[in-house]
């Protein structure tokens, strides 16, 4: 059976380890795609107000009949609102958005250290008062390097409950990992199959072919047994179906380091780096 492990975050919250992410979802077509998921068993759905689908993926969730407990839901802030009073603002809208009373884990999307004079500092202590009305059961960042984490562990009082970062097996991300490893901040891994970049590549498809299961079964395991948490994207019902039958089966240590070596550090990044990144939609 398909039981999806739980991670204890370092707020005492759990989060299932594999959940669906609505990234590139129109909105006319997020509510099919999330009532899909919940019907094969997902019960974590990761958002984000840049995304423009919060509100399709509230209405699926109500619409699913399941407590609103069981479902883990996750969104983010836009880059245009890392200042207070907007963050704020921004916060109170995708709560309307998603038409829910709290979210379960609320993200700073990107750390933009060259705009906003550098200061996701005041931002983080923003989220921080979330936290403490009860509105984001927990709280965390995304795209965050290590030395942005530093500095919110020498200025602040919360440690990150998780860092969504990109990880796939072109670009490990090792580094981040390893910081979070210590620090206690779950690493969330998002385009865990490169959006699809990684599937042909000879050394998965041969594990696949070995172990009888496909190759972005096998991205999404390794993933797993790495300890990360996953929300692969898809609007295809049956991938899924397959990304979600991930449960049932092992991968050797050795085929885990294979697909580990695969890693071409900076050059197999395929969104923005973090450290330049600083799109502010208009
Ligand atoms: N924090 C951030 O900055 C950030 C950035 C990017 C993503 N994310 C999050 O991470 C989630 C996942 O990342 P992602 O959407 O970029 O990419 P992804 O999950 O790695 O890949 C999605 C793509 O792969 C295809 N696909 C899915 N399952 C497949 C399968 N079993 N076999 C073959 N193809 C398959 C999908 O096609 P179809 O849909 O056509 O089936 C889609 O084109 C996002 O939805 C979002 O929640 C966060």
Redesign the pocket.
């Known amino acids: 059976m398909n039981a999806v492990p739980n991670i204890t975050l370092n707020d005492g919250s759990a989060i299932p380890q594999l959940g669906f992410?609505?990234?590139?979802?129109e909105p006319q077509e997020t509510a099919k795609a999330v009532s899909e998921a919940l019907g094969i068993g997902y019960r974590h759905i990761?958002?984000?107000e840049m995304?423009g689908n919060e509100k399709e993926v509230g209405e699926a969730v109500r619409a699913s009949g399941l407590d609103r407990g069981d479902v883990f839901v996750t969104s983010?802030l836009n880059n245009s609102f890392h200042e207070p009073d907007d963050a704020r603002r921004a916060f109170d809208e995708t709560l309307s958005e998603l038409g829910f009373d709290s979210v379960d884990l609320f993200?700073i999307?990107?750390p933009l250290p060259t705009l906003y004079d550098g200061d996701y500092v005041s931002t983080w202590k923003t989220l921080e008062g979330f936290k403490q009305d009860g509105r984001a059961r927990s709280i965390g960042v995304?795209?965050f390097q290590v030395e942005h984490l530093e500095r919110l562990a020498a200025e602040t009082d919360t440690v990150p409950a998780v860092n969504?970062i990109?990880v796939?097996p072109y670009l490990t991300n090792e580094t981040a990992r390893a910081y979070g490893r210590e620090h206690g901040i779950a690493t969330e891994a998002?385009?865990?199959?490169?959006?699809?970049a990684v599937?042909d590549d000879p050394t998965i498809v041969q594990i696949a072919e070995k172990v009888g299961k496909?190759?972005?079964?096998v991205v999404l395991r390794w993933h797993v047994e790495r300890g990360d948490i996953v929300?692969?994207?898809?609007?295809?019902p049956s991938?899924m179906e397959?990304?979600f039958e991930i449960f049932d089966f092992e991968l050797e240590p050795a085929d885990v380091e294979a697909i580990t070596a695969l890693d071409r550090g900076e050059d197999g990044r395929t969104?923005p780096n973090p450290d330049t990144f600083a799109y502010v939609p208009g």
């Open positions: 992410g609505v990234f590139q979802i990761d958002t984000a995304y983010k993200l999307h990107w995304s795209n969504q990109e796939h998002w385009s865990p199959i490169a959006q699809g599937l496909t190759p972005a079964q929300f692969p994207k898809s609007v295809t991938r397959e990304n969104g």
